[in-house]
C-alpha cells in the first residue's frame, strides 16, 4: 500500500507564506493525479487545488486562485502546495490525496480520491 504524509504546516501572519509537501512512500502507483482539500471545524472538507499525473492539467478553488500554486516532483513522488497573501480563513487542516484511477485530470471532487494523508496544521494569525 502508499502513505501520503503531509508536512510544512504551522503558524503564520496574515499575508504571509508556506509551502506544504505532501510524500509518498511505500509502493508507488504507475501513474496518479494529486489533490489538496482543507476542512476547518464545523465546516464540510473543501476542495482546494488539484494537478493531474503529467502536470499539464490543474485546478483551482476560485478562493484560493492567484496565491495557491500546486505543483509536484515525480523524481520524489511528492506534490507541493505553495500559499501565498495567506488569510486567517485559510486556517484548517490541509489533506493531501491521490487519485489512482482517473489520473489524467484534475479532479475537485473528494470522492474522486482514493487514498489520503493524515493531515497538517496550517494557522493563519491576523
Known amino acids: 500500500q502508499v502513505q501520503l504524509v503531509e508536512s510544512g504546516g504551522g503558524l503564520v501572519q496574515a499575508g504571509g507564506s508556506l509551502r506544504l509537501s505532501c510524500a509518498a512512500s511505500g509502493r508507488t502507483f504507475s501513474s496518479y493525479a494529486m489533490g489538496w482539500f482543507r476542512q476547518s471545524p464545523g465546516k464540510e472538507r473543501e476542495f482546494v487545488a488539484a494537478?493531474?499525473?503529467?502536470?499539464?492539467?490543474?485546478s483551482y478553488a476560485d478562493s484560493v486562485k492567484g496565491r495557491f500554486t500546486i505543483s509536484r516532483d515525480k523524481a520524489k513522488n511528492t506534490a507541493y502546495l505553495q500559499m501565498n497573501s495567506l488569510k486567517p480563513e485559510d486556517t484548517a487542516v490541509y489533506y493531501c490525496?491521490?487519485?489512482?484511477?482517473?489520473?489524467?485530470?484534475?479532479?475537485?471532487?473528494?470522492?474522486?480520491?482514493?487514498?489520503w494523508g493524515q493531515g497538517t496544521q496550517v494557522t493563519v494569525s491576523s
Open positions: 490525496a491521490a487519485d489512482s484511477r482517473l489520473p489524467y485530470i484534475a479532479s475537485m471532487s473528494g470522492p474522486s480520491y482514493d487514498y
Open positions: 494537478i493531474s499525473w503529467s502536470g499539464s492539467s490543474t
